[in-house]
């Protein structure tokens, strides 16, 4: 294990014996009797709907620890599916597999989905400001002109759109669709619900120098259970947000733009400069992108939750 990286890489061979019930671009799900489920974040990291041949390390153990910290923060506003991320915690069947899983993995209540990738925006950017600057808003949402990439919205929107599967992209809907979907009512609370994390996040994060831009949510319910909808999957993640630095949003100049993100926008770029084409295989990363991005990783743990990532490792 080299001494940048507190967890131990994960392949898929490496959890014999744990039925598969799923396995996505970072994420593996793995059956746990009948009422649980096994969330396993690997260090796998995507771009353009493609998943990378390079690993970043301890990436699966950011986004559970970030994941873990905001579902205590939001345990108020919404029921989460965690039960827990401490190794002891987990199944005797599981103990096995509890190196492999320390610091990356949850187990959770098992849940049938919603098929709606729920969308709050806080800031106008990314997909919403190609909308915006073909229609005048977005996801069919009046805003008003002369807004900015980058600028804050008057109100934080709620801007769903479609499931899609691996290699495919998701597509922005509007309410009515949400509505056909799941039924207005439901639309409706997954529209409230949404917005409220959204705005608790930006409450929390603001003052340790950081902006919520947008990020997408997962809501799900408990089979056989009162209806209530629970929160699901990663929570504000670099993976499912846009985290910017708030001094860097200020020095923004006359004509806006959005500033750099933490998240996976350091190898977008860089899969740009190499010239890749999003169709052939993506090439692999060099060692300094993937040095680069693994410390925007563990340090939007780190400036979030005020606590240390090796703190995190430990402890799980």
């Not at 949400?178 to 009512?185: D, F, L, S, T």
């Not at 799900?220 to 993976?239: N, Q």
Request: proline letters at 9%.
């Amino acid at each position: 294990m080299s001494p940048e990286r507190l967890t131990a890489p994960l392949t898929p061979g490496d959890l014999p014996g744990l039925p598969l019930l799923a396995r996505g671009k970072v994420r593996d799900l793995y059956a746990v009797g009948d009422d649980h489920v096994l969330v396993v974040t690997t260090d796998r990291i995507s771009a353009y709907d493609a998943v990378l041949p390079t690993e970043v390390p301890d990436k699966g153990a950011v986004l559970t620890g970030l994941t873990v910290w905001w579902l205590e923060q939001l345990a108020d506003l919404v029921p989460h599916h965690l039960v827990t991320a401490r190794s002891a915690e987990l199944p005797p069947e599981l103990a096995p597999h509890a190196a492999a899983l320390a610091g990356r993995a949850m187990l959770c209540r098992r849940l049938e989905m919603l098929p709606v990738e729920c969308v709050a925006r806080g800031f106008l950017t990314g997909s919403g400001w190609a909308d915006y600057r073909a229609t005048g808003g977005v996801c069919g949402q009046p805003l008003p002109d002369g807004l900015r990439d980058g600028d804050r919205l008057p109100e934080p929107l709620f801007t769903p759109a479609t499931k899609a599967t691996v290699g495919e992209h998701d597509e922005n809907v509007d309410l009515a669709a949400v509505a056909a979907a799941v039924g207005g009512e439901t639309a409706r609370e997954l529209a409230r619900l949404t917005v409220a994390v959204l705005r608790r996040a930006q409450e929390l994060a603001e003052p340790r120098g950081l902006l919520l831009a947008d990020t997408k949510l997962e809501f799900g319910r408990v089979p056989g259970g009162d209806g209530a909808l629970v929160l699901g999957d990663e929570v504000l993640t670099p993976d499912s947000s846009r985290w910017w630095p708030r001094d860097a949003w200020e020095a923004r100049g006359p004509d806006g733009g959005a500033p750099p993100s933490y998240d996976k926008q350091f190898v977008r770029d860089w899969l740009t400069r190499a010239g890749w084409d999003r169709q052939s295989p993506p090439p692999a990363l060099p060692e300094d992108v993937v040095a680069a991005t693994r410390a925007r990783y563990v340090e939007a743990y780190e400036r979030l939750t005020g606590r240390s990532f090796a703190a995190w490792v430990s402890s799980a």
